[in-house]
Every structure is written in C-alpha cells, then in structure tokens.
C-alpha cells in the first residue's frame, strides 16, 4: 500500500520543486541585477552618517549622549517626502533631456552624496564637531534624495508581482555596500592607524575618501541603465479639477502662477490624497505599522557601535564580525525573505521578521553582561541580521505594494519617512538612556519596543482576510 502513495507524491513534489525554482529564476533578470547594484550606491552612505561615524565619534573622544543627537543627521530620511513631489515631477536642466526624469535625479544626488563624504574626511571632530555634522547633514539629505529616485525607479521597473525579488536584490546591494561602509571603513582606518590606543584624524580621512570615490559604482550603473517607460499620468480627480476651475475664476490671478498651483496641487497634494481615498480609515493602520515597524532595531543601532567600543573590541573585530559575518548574515536574510514573501505572503513574513528582530536584542543585553566575549558577539550580531535582512525584505515589498505608480516616488517616500521618523527620534535619546541606566537595559527596552509591533502586523491581517481595500 505504501508504494502507490509514494508515487503518487512525487509528482506533487515535482510540482513544488519547479514552483519554488521558478521563483528563483526571477533573480536573474537584468532588472534585478542592475538593483542590486543601485542598492550599493543607496546604502553605502547611511553608515557613513550613523553608525560607522558614531565609531569614529567615539574614538574621537565624543561622549555618547551627544553621539545620540547627532543621530538627528538622518531624520533627513524621515522628511524626504517634503521635497518628493520636486523628485517627482521637477525636471533638472540639461540632466532629464539626457537622462530622463529618474536617472537625472539619481545622478544628481550620487554626486551630491559623494560632495558631503569627501567633506566629512577632510573635518576632524575633536576640533571642528560642528563642521562635520554640517557635512554628515549634507550627505544624509543628498542620500535621502537618491532613495526618493531610487525607490520611484524600482516600483517603475517591473510589475507588482516581481517587487518583492526586486526588494530582495535592492537589500542585498544595500547590505554588501554596508559592509564596505562598516568593515572597510574600519579596516582602511586600522591600516594607516599606527595605534588602536589613541585617536588619530588621518586614517579616518582616508577611509572617507575611499568611501566618495565608491560612489563610482551607482553613477556608471545610472549612466548604462535604461530610463523606465514612463507612466500615462491619471486624469484629474474631481478635487483637483475643482480647484482649477476655484483659480480660473481669480481674474488676478496670472495664468503663469496658476498653472504653478494646479502644477503643485497636483505634485504636493493629490498623492496624499490618493493614499487616504483608496485606504479610507485603514490608512491609519497602515501608517501606525509603518511608523513603528523598524522602531527596535533604528533605536539599538546607533549605540551598537559604541557599545562595542566601550566593551573593548577593536575595530578588525568589530569590522570582522559586525560588518562582514553580520552583513553576510542579512544578506541571507534578505534572500530568504523574498523567497517567503512569493511562496507564504508578505504579511506572515513581516510578522515573523518583527518577532525575529525584537528577540534578537536581547542576545545584546546578554552580552552586555559578558564583556569582550568575541564568539557570543559572533552569535548576536549573526542572529540579528538574519532576522533584520527578513525583516526589510518583506517591508520593502509591503511598501511597495501600497504605492500608487502614478505618484511612486511622492508615496513610497512618505511611507518610508513615516517608517523613519519616530525611530529615529527615538534614537537621539538612546546615548542619554544608556548614560542613565546602562546597556543591558537599554537593550531589553529596544526588544519590548518591538512588541506593539506585532499586534499591528496581527490587525493588517486581519483586514486584509475581511476584504480591507488596504490589502
């Protein structure tokens, strides 16, 4: 009896291997090989302002309650939606007849961005604090400014179906380029600095200046990548023909300055408006999910650095295990969840990414209590990113798929402001935490932060199995 039922399970199992290749296949695709590349160019400068410069900080001396407000350098992120609509419809002189629309913009800010790094080498923080936060500001809004052409790009690429492997190949470009922003910093930095027990200025500027010519990488890619079709524009919803004709009868009112505002109305405005009309009430779920998602690891990240500063791991370590082995780890993390997020659904593999990433904090506070104990370091920090990478992967296509491709760029940027904005704010207060009641508790904190976050993804659920319009 037993060898019919054996037979008849493998052409079953046939099936779901040629299902799960085919899924597979989706990584090779030329769209998604140039996002991976376009990710190294997107995350190569976050580190460079946040968590690598709170290293250098630190070695410079920087007591760690200020490290934590100069964190607000990357609130820069949270307000790119303020000058999306610009990115979104605002054609660059002589750039967009060339390039187009997207990759004009791209280019522009990879520019911009590399500006601000080789700014940020040649100022020395003991001396010139100020100076170097004005530069680390530079680059955060350049940066901030290429996610807005970058994300617009990518949901412009391809259908909504092949999002999540675009994610997937955008977050693992992301993460190789945070190694190089991590290890490679530090490891440039270690190689010129005659002693791991005083601070010098000049192995910093040169691991700097690494990083800005880096940047090489997205310029060639834009410069060689193809310009998407671009999208038939919606017609005008009845609120904005409404305040066109409300201007039409301003006799005073120049033609010129008219057409600006309905121009402006329909760049600012009308994107908002599209979001809250498609999801009515159950945008603020959505919002409330998207603020509060990433809370746990943005508030733990930024002392993350000094912490292993402070517990006496030199930067080779520190490069060797955080920002190679952990990256390594999300990378594979990353890949898995955009496998999940095609085989079990996006919303399953953001609930089990918050739960992986609110657990994994607490290895931190463990360590805390252990001091220099390198192979639970390689354990935390492997543990975490695997959970992060799914975590991100499966966001990232969440986000995705709520956006609206007439406003792309608008939309994706508010949502993932408003995934920034709180946890970040947040995280300029994380040195003064710690400064008051310790590591250890600080990072139980960070994991209880993650718990609300749950209840959310359970709620998006559900809306989504009652045929919410927000699903």
């Given at each position: 009896?037993?060898?019919?039922?054996?037979?008849?399970?493998?052409?079953?199992?046939?099936?779901?291997?040629?299902?799960?290749?085919?899924?597979?296949?989706?990584?090779?695709?030329?769209?998604?090989?140039?996002?991976?590349?376009?990710?190294?160019?997107?995350?190569?400068?976050?580190?460079?302002v946040?968590?690598?410069?709170?290293?250098?900080?630190?070695?410079?001396?920087v007591?760690?309650?200020?490290?934590?407000?100069?964190?607000?350098?990357?609130?820069?992120y949270?307000?790119k939606?303020?000058?999306?609509?610009?990115?979104?419809r605002?054609?660059?002189?002589?750039?967009?007849?060339r390039?187009?629309?997207?990759?004009?913009?791209?280019?522009?800010?990879?520019?911009?961005v590399?500006?601000?790094?080789?700014?940020?080498?040649?100022?020395?923080?003991?001396?010139?604090?100020?100076?170097?936060?004005?530069?680390?500001?530079?680059?955060?809004?350049?940066?901030?400014?290429?996610d807005?052409?970058?994300?617009?790009?990518?949901?412009?690429?391809?259908?909504?179906?092949?999002?999540?492997?675009?994610?997937?190949?955008?977050?693992?470009?992301?993460?190789?380029?945070?190694?190089?922003?991590g290890?490679?910093?530090?490891?440039?930095?270690?190689?010129?600095?005659?002693?791991?027990?005083?601070y010098?200025?000049?192995?910093?500027?040169?691991?700097?200046l690494?990083?800005?010519?880096?940047m090489?990488?997205?310029?060639?890619?834009?410069?060689f990548a193809p310009e998407?079709?671009?999208?038939?524009?919606?017609?005008?919803?009845?609120?904005?023909?409404a305040?066109?004709?409300?201007?039409?009868?301003i006799?005073?009112?120049?033609p010129?300055?008219?057409?600006?505002?309905?121009?402006?109305?329909?760049?600012?405005?009308?994107?908002?408006?599209?979001?809250?009309?498609?999801?009515?009430?159950?945008?603020?779920?959505l919002?409330?999910?998207?603020?509060?998602?990433?809370?746990?690891d943005?508030?733990?990240?930024?002392?993350?650095?000094p912490?292993?500063r402070?517990?006496?791991f030199?930067?080779?370590?520190?490069?060797?295990?955080?920002?190679?082995?952990?990256?390594?780890?999300?990378?594979?993390?990353?890949?898995?969840?955009?496998?999940?997020?095609?085989?079990?659904?996006?919303?399953?593999?953001?609930?089990?990414?918050?739960?992986?990433?609110?657990?994994?904090?607490?290895?931190?506070?463990w360590?805390?209590?252990?001091?220099?104990?390198?192979?639970?370091?390689i354990?935390?920090v492997?543990?975490?990113?695997l959970?992060?990478?799914?975590?991100?992967?499966?966001?990232?296509?969440?986000?995705?798929?709520?956006?609206?491709?007439?406003?792309s760029?608008?939309?994706?940027?508010?949502?993932?402001?408003?995934?920034?904005?709180?946890?970040?704010?947040?995280?300029?207060?994380s040195?003064?935490?710690?400064?008051?009641?310790?590591?250890?508790?600080?990072?139980?904190?960070?994991?209880?932060?993650?718990?609300?976050v749950?209840?959310?993804?359970?709620?998006?659920?559900?809306?989504?199995?009652?045929?919410?319009?927000?699903?």
């Amino acid at each position: 009896m037993s060898a019919p039922t054996s037979s008849a399970q493998s052409p079953a199992r046939a099936r779901r291997l040629r299902a799960w290749l085919d899924a597979l296949r989706v990584y090779a695709e030329p769209p998604v090989a140039r996002m991976l590349l376009l990710g190294f160019s997107a995350g190569l400068p976050l580190l460079l302002v946040f968590g690598t410069l709170s290293f250098w900080l630190r070695e410079a001396g920087v007591d760690r309650t200020t490290i934590g407000f100069l964190s607000w350098v990357a609130l820069a992120y949270a307000f790119k939606w303020a000058w999306a609509p610009l990115v979104d419809r605002l054609p660059l002189p002589w750039l967009t007849r060339r390039l187009g629309r997207r990759r004009s913009w791209l280019l522009a800010a990879q520019c911009a961005v590399a500006a601000g790094l080789v700014g940020m080498a040649l100022t020395d923080p003991q001396t010139q604090l100020g100076a170097l936060a004005a530069f680390a500001l530079l680059t955060a809004f350049a940066s901030a400014t290429q996610d807005i052409a970058l994300d617009a790009y990518r949901i412009e690429s391809a259908p909504v179906d092949k999002q999540a492997a675009l994610a997937a190949a955008y977050q693992t470009g992301y993460r190789v380029a945070m190694i190089w922003a991590g290890a490679g910093v530090l490891w440039i930095a270690a190689r010129f600095d005659p002693s791991e027990a005083t601070y010098e200025h000049a192995p910093w500027t040169i691991a700097y200046l690494a990083m800005a010519a880096s940047m090489a990488v997205g310029m060639v890619t834009v410069l060689f990548a193809p310009e998407p079709q671009p999208r038939a524009p919606l017609a005008p919803t009845r609120e904005e023909n409404a305040f066109a004709a409300r201007l039409a009868r301003i006799d005073a009112l120049p033609p010129r300055l008219g057409r600006l505002l309905v121009w402006l109305h329909g760049a600012a405005i009308s994107p908002f408006v599209d979001f809250i009309v498609r999801y009515r009430w159950h945008a603020l779920l959505l919002l409330a999910l998207i603020a509060t998602y990433r809370v746990s690891d943005v508030v733990m990240g930024v002392m993350a650095n000094p912490f292993y500063r402070d517990m006496g791991f030199s930067k080779d370590e520190v490069a060797a295990v955080s920002k190679v082995y952990g990256v390594a780890m999300t990378l594979l993390g990353a890949f898995v969840g955009g496998v999940l997020a095609l085989r079990i659904g996006v919303l399953r593999t953001l609930f089990a990414g918050a739960l992986l990433s609110a657990a994994t904090n607490l290895l931190f506070a463990w360590l805390a209590t252990r001091g220099h104990d390198l192979g639970f370091l390689i354990f935390a920090v492997s543990a975490d990113n695997l959970s992060a990478g799914i975590a991100s992967s499966a966001f990232v296509a969440y986000l995705s798929g709520l956006t609206n491709v007439a406003y792309s760029a608008t939309q994706y940027a508010l949502f993932s402001s408003v995934m920034l904005l709180l946890p970040k704010f947040l995280a300029g207060f994380s040195g003064w935490a710690v400064d008051r009641f310790g590591y250890e508790a600080f990072f139980v904190g960070t994991a209880a932060l993650g718990v609300p976050v749950l209840l959310l993804v359970w709620l998006a659920a559900r809306a989504r199995a009652q045929g919410s319009p927000s699903q």
